[in-house]
């Protein structure tokens, strides 16, 4: 075969199987069910509810799995440990540990960790309660053991919180901090951290602040005092900063080539305990004891397991025990330097303010009120704010849903929102509504004011004029009734009869004008019978009370369905709510119906009472398309009586 004839096949056979592809895209989608409510779904599916097995059934079940998966829950270490990959991992760890613990061998915390435990003791034990009596000075030593027994304390007492939270698996409180929240609590975090380490890059001496507004007033102190930085220390934070910087460029660049990263915090550590006595007496540095994120400084170095903090706390211990004092002189303006440059990732997070502006401002209001209230609040109080405002968003967005009413998309059984859609097309004479969100009661009456608002109708107004029409044609029964009653007692009493012709009408008794208080007693009594026999045959008819018999504007449509397929979980609110729809649109002559119920909701709704004999499960579809098709099928033609069943 010749290769022009090998490529014509080929191209002949692309264009067959797009063809094929073409043509079965173009195939329509056919189902053939029966119509389908919520009781014909269930015999159909033989529904039966599912019996949910008790928590405290499965706490006092004993068995191997369950005792070693209790102890691997409180020990995880044992799942993975036998796992660890030595060759690949063991050397990173060893690297990071050994980073780690140098960068917390001034205080030991982490950096978020050290300004709030800090903030306690401060406010607990402030200056001003050592000061000493002759020259008005601060006894530091008695100062700094106080602060030492409230950090302990406070620290036993923490301990003590996090065994008793964790034993009742309150760790699920993580679920409502939202990614935008942390993103805006941890760059508030490194922004604080960041204030706080100016002092030691400066070499400024500046008074001990807690509480709200704290972190604003010290800032305002660095810039006050700007004008007595020391150039030593200046300079010594420059140069460990720009040998951070290259490092982790070089890291950046060489990643391919290297094994594992080059722990730039630990040769900084060491260059600049060897270089600390140099430095500190040629340019008068005064080191200032601080701490930074150990989680930040691990990642960067190459950890990759819990080894590395075991790795750190066993270095920091010996170090404790045994060569403590010759960490004593470490240049701090170096250590401030290496927490700023390690706060680069969290800082980095002040562009998701340009991301989450074009995705989703919600969550931009999230972030920017997190980091606000904890710049303003400090980290405590700042992080209680910013959940409670994330909650209380959650609420204010389920409040005001999206409200819609739908419409048909032609030839399909799929309905959207006819103002989104230019397509679909309001089935005629009836209503489908629907809401984004679940109705309960927050949003309960903004439901189903806008129900009525959508529907084009002022049911409430039309319903009160109903009302006051029927109210009225009672009254006026009442009066004729009354009225006719004295006529036939004054008649008894005057030994006269009041005979009715009622082939008579009312009308030509009034045209012949009759003469005689004989005739106009026939007149009135005439009047009154035929007045009152019409009352009572309207009150027994229910044509007399229709909104046509009343005079009244009708409905352009004569159904109603409610497309229910956003709920979750109905409350007593929402059962109230569906309710008083059902018997408001029913007053002026629109049945409801409801659709898309899940199943839970539909069980929540049984045992709310909700069904009864006016609004059965028939009343309720497997989906909006039965629903429509029924209604059409059953056009409401009168109104019903509230204990009245509507057959279908």
């Known amino acids: 075969m010749e290769p022009s004839e090998a490529s014509g096949q080929r191209d002949t056979q692309a264009l067959l199987s797009t063809t094929q592809e073409m043509e079965l895209r173009r195939r329509d989608y056919h189902v053939e069910r029966p119509l389908l409510n919520q009781k014909q779904l269930e015999e159909l599916g033989r529904w039966s509810s599912v019996t949910g097995t008790h928590q405290w059934r499965t706490w006092l079940q004993c068995s191997h799995a369950r005792a070693r998966a209790l102890l691997l829950q409180y020990l995880p270490v044992l799942a993975w440990l036998p796992r660890y990959p030595v060759r690949d991992w063991l050397l990173g760890d060893l690297l990071s540990g050994l980073s780690v613990a140098i960068m917390q061998l001034p205080q030991g915390t982490f950096a978020v960790m050290s300004v709030m435990v800090g903030s306690v003791t401060e406010s607990l034990a402030p200056d001003e309660d050592f000061l000493q009596d002759l020259n008005s000075t601060v006894n530091e030593t008695a100062r700094d ?94 140069v460990a900063g720009v040998v951070l910087v290259v490092v982790k460029l070089l890291n950046d660049k060489l990643q391919q080539h290297l094994p594992l990263p080059i722990p730039g915090e630990l040769l900084t550590e060491l260059v600049a305990l060897g270089l600390s006595n140099l430095i500190g007496g040629v340019f008068q540095c005064f080191p200032v004891s601080c701490s930074m994120s150990r989680s930040l400084v691990q990642e960067s170095t190459g950890g990759n397991t819990q080894v590395a903090g075991a790795v750190s706390s066993l270095f920091i211990l010996i170090i404790i025990v045994k060569l403590g004092e010759l960490f004593q002189d470490l240049p701090k303006a170096v250590l401030a330097a290496a927490i700023i440059v390690n706060l680069k990732g969290m800082l980095m997070q002040f562009t998701d303010i340009c991301s989450l502006w074009k995705a989703n401002r919600m969550d931009l209001l999230i972030w920017l009120v997190t980091f606000v209230a904890t710049i303003l609040l400090n980290l405590d109080l700042g992080l209680a704010a910013a959940v409670a405002f994330s909650l209380l968003l959650v609420v204010f967005r389920t409040q005001l849903p999206h ?60 319903i009160s004029r109903k009302k006051k029409l029927l109210k009225k044609k009672e009254l006026k029964l ?83 369905v409610l497309d229910l397929g956003a709920l979750s979980f109905v409350d007593t609110v929402c059962l109230k709510s569906l309710k008083n729809i059902f018997r408001d649109f029913r007053e ?17 709704l049984e045992a709310g009472h909700f069904f009864d004999a006016s609004i059965t499960k028939q009343h309720l579809f497997a989906s909006v398309h039965d629903a429509v098709v029924f209604a059409l099928q059953h056009p409401r033609s009168g109104p019903v009586s509230p204990v009245s069943v509507t057959q279908l």
């Open 478 to 560: 009442k009066r004729l009734l009354k009225e006719e009653k004295l006529q036939r007692q004054a008649a008894a009493s005057k030994g006269t009869s009041v005979s009715i012709n009622a082939n008579t009408s009312i009308r030509d008794i009034e045209s012949n004008n009759m003469e005689g208080s004989k005739a106009k007693q026939v007149s009135a009594g005439k009047e009154l019978e035929d007045t009152a026999a019409s009352g009572q045959e309207d009150a027994k008819a229910p044509d007399g009370s229709t909104l046509k018999a009343l005079g009244l504007p009708q409905p352009d449509f004569h159904s109603l």
């Open 588 to 604: 002026i002559e629109v049945e409801v119906y409801m659709a898309a119920c899940h199943t839970p909701v539909v069980t929540q």
């Open 403 to 462: 409200y819609s009413i739908l419409g048909q998309v032609p030839d399909t059984d799929i309905y959207r929102d006819v103002a989104e859609y230019s397509e679909a097309r309001e089935v005629p004479g009836v209503k489908v509504f629907r809401s984004s969100a679940t109705v309960y009661f927050a949003n309960a009456e903004l439901y189903s004011d806008t129900l009525k608002q959508k529907c084009g109708i002022d049911v409430d107004r039309l």
């Open 145 to 238: 053991a106080a602060r030492v027994q409230l950090a302990s304390a406070l620290s036993v007492l923490v301990g003590l919180f996090q065994v008793g939270l964790g034993l009742v698996h309150f760790g699920f409180v993580v679920t409502y901090l939202s990614e935008p929240l942390v993103h805006g609590y941890t760059t508030a975090a490194s922004v604080q951290v960041f204030i706080s380490q100016l002092k030691y890059v400066f070499g400024l001496q500046l008074s001990s602040r807690s509480g709200p507004l704290s972190i604003i007033y010290t800032l305002l102190e660095v810039c006050w005092k700007l004008p007595q930085s020391v150039v030593g220390t200046m300079v010594t934070a420059l």
